[in-house]
DNA sequence: CCGGTATTTGCTCATATGAGCAACAATTCC
DNA sequence: GGAATTGTTGCTCATATGAGCAAATACCGG
């Protein structure tokens, strides 16, 4: 297209988009034909000259969404829209939300649900409706009985979300990583705990969400592992943890021994699950984040754009 | 409009702006009829939640010039969009162009244009093309030979505007500010100079721009004036300086005495002119620009979007 | 519970717009 | 210079959309 074209067809947009002139009112001013003012607005459009932007916090980014279900096998994908936005923990609240409305649109509805703990969950779990399904059986997948006042969220997670939903929650009353590998043994071995894990194992959906490993992390903040470990984990390839588990960039456990420690279950068990619904937004967890879905960790992904779009890039570059 | 609408609005308005789909096809997949549609799309746009942008460096803004006009009194303004720009000298840029394109389509073709001189209008001459006009006489409003290189750009900037129209530019061979009363009126009384002030009072249009009352002002990198005296202008109530002359908020002479030693037409003359262009850009000039405006300095202004918001802003609050 | 008022809904009809096509113009290549 | 090709223009026609209106529904004070 020309260059005169090109400005021409600005100033036609400034009159359709900002004036809401027709596109014949158009032509009279820019002395053109009303077919040519169409054609100079679909190039507008075709340049990217128009930027049309959906400014609310429920708002989603529909063709990011289906990119990342093509570029990956999603079975689907949720990305919340970050136009507006004026910090990290207002995008993340928007996740949580979209989360939220994902669970409680779920059909069938699943009669067990699994689910982690953390921020992320915890922050899904209040942005829930009340009623938000008829009933579920929500149970804890991985250990979360910490030693300071965090455990507090693991249990009323669960309890929010099966409380909201007019359900039961089966809480899995247990630290998430044992310092011996017996005690951790024994514990399993224990019928209530043994019981919690089986139902776990057999629950008909997961949400969970993931952490980035690094010094804030939750299982840290809980006092379950120093920031020692981490740092050594980190140096040995781990990108992040999820329930509980620290993996690499090719979803592969980082530390065996640490992981045989962990209470709950498998990353294979998340694999095998036919809906597995991770939750995870913020600009530091899109290698976790990068992990968890090119590792077939999860089927359904709700994030943020500028974590969706990361994924995306990464594609481009493969 | 109820809660559940506003959300309907906004998954209505994902389908209809990101995935292109037709009201129809929305009301199939919402479950709504297409009129149900047409009217969420519609309370969405009235609530604001679609923020439409033209993203190029000519975009104007059309609503907030006619809002301009219309609190003002101005005859004409322009407002180029701020819309991805990422720094203040490319807003500045725009700005000056946009003063090249409505200079380039003014009619009746001014056969004499007054212009003072400054990086601004330095910035313009240089986007104006090769025969934007057939013949003007630029004449330099305000002195402006100076103690340093800086010298160079007023008179280049006359003269690139003069060659550009294939016109002459006739040049104020002259010091801004005379240290004394007696060299200025003495100056004056030369048959050169007296001809071009002549010239220049009589001249049809004039093209100026203005400075925030600063240590980073023109008059003061020329050597004109000292920071100290700058700082005693503000005390006084200086806002800035138009045609080289400091005026306060409601575009009074600051400084009697140092108006007096200042080369050039009054201020009073840019008042009474039937078309005067004031070309003000930048955050540090919204005090300038409204002393401007509010004062009757011009009779168009060429500004950022940034510059007239406040503007307008200021109005609101009257 | 009921009559009246306000709001919402589904519709008709006029208008705005995009797709597709033939005629035309411009450019390239021999 | 002229043929071939490419791009542009003006148009017809089908479709999408908004204005306006009557019917239906929800809301409210008695």
Redesign the pocket.
């Known amino acids: 297209?020309?260059d005169t074209d090109e400005l021409l067809s600005i100033r036609a947009a400034e009159l359709?988009y900002e004036e809401n002139q027709?596109?014949?009112e158009i032509g009279v001013i820019l002395r053109l034909?009303?077919?040519?003012v169409?054609?100079l607005?679909?190039s507008a459009k075709a340049n990217g000259f128009i930027r049309i932007e959906i400014v609310h916090p429920r708002a989603r980014r529909l063709p990011i969404e289906r990119r990342l279900r093509e570029s990956t096998g999603l079975t689907d994908a949720i990305v919340v829209s970050s136009a507006g936005v004026s910090s990290e923990a207002e995008l993340q609240s928007r996740t949580a939300q979209a989360a939220a409305d994902f669970l409680s649109s779920l059909r069938p509805i699943p009669r067990t649900l699994g689910i982690s703990w953390g921020r992320t969950l915890h922050d899904v779990s209040l942005h829930l409706k009340q009623g938000w399904a008829p009933g579920v059986n929500v149970v804890q997948i991985n250990g979360g009985v910490s030693l300071n006042q965090r455990t507090g969220t693991a249990a009323s997670t669960a309890v929010t979300i099966a409380h909201k939903a007019d359900g039961s929650a089966t809480l899995l009353p247990c630290p998430a990583v044992f310092e011996r590998l017996e005690t951790k043994q024994a514990m399993e071995a224990d019928r209530a705990v043994a019981g919690v894990l089986a139902l776990a194992r057999n629950a008909q959906a997961y949400l969970f969400s993931a952490g980035q490993a690094d010094a804030n992390s939750a299982l840290v903040d809980s006092g379950f592992l120093t920031v020692e470990q981490i740092d050594d984990l980190v140096s040995r390839g781990a990108v992040g943890d999820v329930v509980g588990r620290y993996i690499d960039a090719n979803g592969r456990i980082v530390d065996p021994e640490l992981n045989e420690r962990t209470v709950g279950i498998q990353i294979d068990q998340l694999r095998r699950a036919p809906l597995t619904i991770a939750v995870i937004s913020g600009n530091d967890k899109h290698a976790i984040a990068r992990a968890v879905v090119r590792n077939g960790l999860c089927t359904v992904l709700v994030t943020d754009e500028n974590t969706a779009n990361a994924l995306l890039q990464e594609k481009d570059t493969l």
Do not use: E, I, V
């Not at 034909?33 to 040519?36: F, L, M, Q």
């Open positions: 297209m020309s359709y027709t596109q014949d034909t009303r077919w040519k169409g054609r607005l679909a």
